[in-house]
């Protein structure tokens, strides 16, 4: 285990790194959001059904359900750096060919493989990022990775409603094409991010991992300090490891809590114009797309408390209270599903805000739970799984908002959102402040930090 890195002192490099690593989350973000917007136009020109507009709201989400399994795999086994521009250039190419495209078995298509490298720079970016992050900014950075894709969110409806503006519905193709430009930016932000010395470590690399520590953190880093515990002989690995004794219940609870959140999240926010109008608001491009978009920056909002949280009260509360919380405004629209737009609003909002306790928790928690070798492969894991109910919920809205009411459909969320709350009282561990290496090893979560242990480490001379 590392002690040097978990009490390295936050430099400028792990702000750019961070902001390097939060192109992933962004585009994923807006990426999923702006097909919302797409969509007003794309449904009358392309004379779409409502099975199509699911199929097209939840092609990516499946794309990402099995690039996240996929990738998360290889991440752990060739290394970080590898795969961290080639995920940008899938996506630049996918993004440019949607503007040709008018078939939708063609856009389906382009927008599984999108899902599938958004997926993959999950277990890329976040393992990357938390393997050189201290412990005291570890939540809080990781975290805001989860700020990135709201801000993707908000951007997609804002661009959007400029395109409506514009260029009218027909600029639905620009929409779709203009992600291409946001995955050049963080391409060029990208260039010259170093490797995790953690994983270079564990995989007998360790003179290159002490250099890139001292160039990168300034500090004297003894090389047998980087290296992992030893494993036994005959040991899992993989995908396999994850589901025995020591590990099955974190990724389990890893999985679940994440489902349970996005499932209704993502539909809402793929859906959201539609949604608005099945509660009886006005139509139009102001109301449609800015009313949604409202809504997309109050999630956003909603992670700034839960950053600051999660590192005074801890990760357990903060994740079983939002949880808990969450819950009563699905309800209130559940029961009350002809309330006035004011209400409506409200109520949207209340949810959105309070979705930040598990929202900065989504990469922290499987970051933190499983060590080295197979911490990108949880990462992978858990995104894949979260995406299960993301797809479901994303495919299903539309077709339970025609088919059994606003109601019925806001009570359904409740209740899967109840079911995260229950996995989260059950399962959920305190990882605050603990040191990478311990809180990764089952049973260790509660153990104090580095820095307790270690006096700081002297800069390199």
């Known amino acids: 285990m590392s002690r040097t890195i978990d009490n390295a002192p936050y430099t400028a490099f792990h702000r750019r790194l961070a902001l390097a690593c939060s192109g992933g989350p962004l585009l994923d973000g807006y990426i999923l959001s702006i097909v919302g917007v797409a969509l007003i136009g794309m449904r009358p020109e392309l004379?779409?059904?409502?099975?199509?507009?699911?199929?097209?709201?939840?092609?990516?989400?499946?794309?990402?359900?099995?690039?996240?399994?996929?990738?998360?795999?290889?991440?752990d086994k060739i290394g970080r750096e590898v795969m961290y521009t080639a995920d940008l250039l899938v996506m630049i190419v996918c993004s440019v060919l949607s503007f040709w495209v008018d078939a939708v078995w063609a856009i389906a298509l382009l927008r599984f493989v999108l899902g599938m490298a958004v997926a993959a720079d999950y277990p890329i970016a976040t393992s990357l990022l938390a393997e050189w992050l201290p412990a005291k900014h570890r939540g809080r950075l990781l975290g805001q990775q989860i700020v990135a894709w709201y801000a993707g969110a908000v951007l997609a409806y804002l661009t959007g409603y400029l395109f409506l503006e514009i260029g009218g519905p027909g600029s639905w193709r620009w929409m779709l094409g203009?992600?291409?430009?946001?995955?050049?930016?963080?391409?060029?932000?990208?260039?010259?991010?170093?490797?995790?010395?953690?994983?270079?470590?564990?995989?007998?690399?360790?003179?290159?991992?002490?250099?890139?520590?001292?160039?990168?953190?300034?500090?004297?880093?003894?090389?047998?300090?980087?290296m992992p515990e030893r494993t036994a002989p005959g040991t899992p690995t993989g995908l396999r490891l994850l589901m025995?004794?020591?590990?099955?219940?974190?990724?389990?609870?890893?999985?679940?809590?994440?489902?349970?959140?996005?499932?209704?999240?993502?539909a809402m926010l793929t859906f959201g114009p539609q949604l608005l109008e099945a509660f009886g608001m006005p139509g139009g491009t102001m109301v449609e797309t800015l009313g949604t978009g409202?809504?997309?920056?109050?999630?956003?909002?909603?992670?700034?408390?839960?950053?600051?949280?999660?590192?005074?009260?801890?990760?357990?509360p903060?994740?079983?209270?939002?949880?808990?919380?969450m819950i009563v405004p699905l309800?209130?629209?559940?029961?009350?599903?002809?309330?006035?737009?004011?209400?409506?609003?409200?109520?949207?909002?209340?949810?959105?805000?309070?979705?930040?306790?598990?929202?900065?928790?989504?990469?922290?928690?499987?970051?933190?739970l499983f060590p080295t070798e197979i911490r990108a492969t949880a990462v992978?894991?858990?995104?894949?799984?979260?995406?299960?109910?993301?797809?479901?919920?994303t495919f299903l809205l539309p077709l339970s908002l025609s088919g059994i009411g606003t109601g019925p459909t806001m009570l359904i969320a409740a209740g899967?959102?109840?079911?995260?709350?229950?996995?989260?009282?059950?399962?959920?561990?305190?990882?605050?402040?603990?040191?990478?290496?311990?809180?990764?090893?089952?049973?260790?979560?509660?153990?104090?930090?580095?820095?307790?242990?270690?006096?700081a480490p002297q800069p390199v001379r």
């Open 47 to 75: 004379g779409l059904s409502t099975a199509d507009v699911s199929l097209i709201g939840a092609a990516a989400l499946v794309g990402m359900f099995v690039g996240g399994a996929l990738f998360g795999v290889l991440t």
């Open 178 to 226: 203009s992600s291409a430009v946001l995955c050049v930016v963080f391409l060029v932000i990208r260039r010259g991010s170093p490797e995790s010395p953690r994983w270079l470590a564990a995989n007998g690399r360790v003179g290159e991992a002490v250099r890139l520590v001292e160039r990168h953190l300034g500090v004297k880093v003894d090389g047998r300090e980087l």
């Open 244 to 266: 025995t004794p020591p590990y099955r219940r974190r990724t389990l609870f890893c999985g679940l809590f994440f489902l349970c959140q996005v499932a209704p999240l993502f």
């Open 294 to 316: 409202l809504i997309s920056l109050v999630f956003l909002l909603g992670c700034y408390p839960a950053l600051r949280l999660i590192d005074t009260w801890g990760r357990r």
């Open 318 to 325: 903060v994740i079983i209270r939002s949880f808990a919380l």
């Open 331 to 368: 309800a209130v629209l559940g029961i009350w599903p002809d309330a006035p737009a004011a209400v409506v609003v409200v109520a949207l909002c209340a949810y959105a805000f309070l979705c930040g306790g598990p929202n900065v928790l989504d990469w922290t928690y499987p970051n933190e």
């Open 380 to 393: 992978g894991v858990a995104t894949s799984v979260s995406r299960i109910g993301a797809a479901v919920g």
């Open 416 to 455: 899967v959102t109840a079911a995260g709350l229950l996995v989260s009282v059950l399962w959920a561990e305190e990882t605050r402040g603990t040191a990478l290496g311990a809180a990764a090893s089952p049973g260790m979560a509660k153990a104090p930090t580095a820095r307790a242990a270690r006096p």
